[in-house]
């Protein structure tokens, strides 16, 4: 899932090395944005996760 973050990010890096910072700047954002994005999924799946087997482990005693 990371791996387009790292893409947009090589994009900007490549495009500011090159001089184009219209270019850089909305490559930087996207990855930014889909770095947030990804980073609470994963913040959700994790709490989810742990409160499903608390529960789970509760129900079964």
């Not at 994009?11 to 490559?27: C, E, H, K, Y």
């Not at 770095?35 to 608390?54: E, G, N």
């Amino acid at each position: 899932m990371l791996v387009w973050p790292s893409y947009f990010c090589r994009i900007a890096t490549v495009a500011g090395l090159l001089g184009f910072l219209g270019l850089t700047a909305v490559s930087a954002g996207i990855a930014k944005m889909l770095f947030y994005i990804f980073a609470l999924l994963f913040v959700v799946t994790l709490i989810s996760r742990c409160v499903r087997k608390y529960s789970v482990e509760r129900c079964c005693r």
